[in-house]
């Protein structure tokens, strides 16, 4: 499945998260509760991260799912994120094995505690991610979604919209760790 993904992410303080949840399941539907585990894969050749493309598998922990996405390069109309995502389901065998025959890497893997919530025609996010902390992530499924209308019913503070990647937070925080145990 291809489509082009319109998002935006919201840092938010730990005490926030109560007020936003009940907020979420007044306004929407709540939909699940999951861990996730993203893995990202770049091949030396190709450099997908150094033009701001994602190669992902990741595995949905409520029924052990997995899907293979491609994310090409962002771009940010006021705020938004727009990027192409290439999505496709994955059923029994090693991934992981295919892509290292095919010269792909991993770089990274994480974790994230993802609450879903469905607001008309966006779907909203409640993500923790250690040891980065909370967020909210709205992305909107129709083209007349206004993702400003939708953060400001929420009470989402525009000025902690989050333009990083979890990815890129991940590394950034590890950096910091490293940095400061040296």
């Keep these: 499945m291809s489509r082009l993904e319109r998002e935006r992410k919201y840092r938010l303080d730990e005490d926030e998260v109560p007020d936003l949840r009940r907020r979420l399941v007044a306004f929407g539907e709540w939909q699940s509760r999951e861990a996730e585990a993203d893995v990202f894969f770049d ?11 994602r190669l ?8 052990g799912s997995r899907e293979l996405t491609f994310k090409g390069p962002r771009r940010f109309d006021r705020g938004d994120k727009l990027r192409l995502e290439v999505s496709a389901a994955l059923g ?4 992981d094995e295919i892509l290292g025959q095919l010269g792909f890497v ?16 966006a779907i909203v996010r409640l993500d923790h991610l ?8 709205i992305t909107a499924l129709a083209g007349d979604v206004s993702l400003d209308s939708l953060a400001a019913a929420l009470w989402l503070d525009p000025t902690q919209l989050e333009p990083h990647s979890y990815a890129e937070l991940i ?4 950096e910091h760790a490293s940095t400061i145990a040296s």
């Design 130 to 137: 250690e040891p980065v902390g909370w967020f909210c992530e």
């Design 92 to 95: 029994g065998g090693n991934i």
């Design 56 to 63: 992902r598998v990741r595995f949905h922990g409520e029924d």
């Design 171 to 174: 590394e950034e925080a590890a």
């Design 106 to 121: 991993r770089l990274q893997q994480f974790v994230k505690l993802r609450e879903t919530y469905r607001l008309g025609t």
């Design 43 to 53: 091949h030396p050749r190709i450099r997908l991260a150094e033009n701001d493309q």
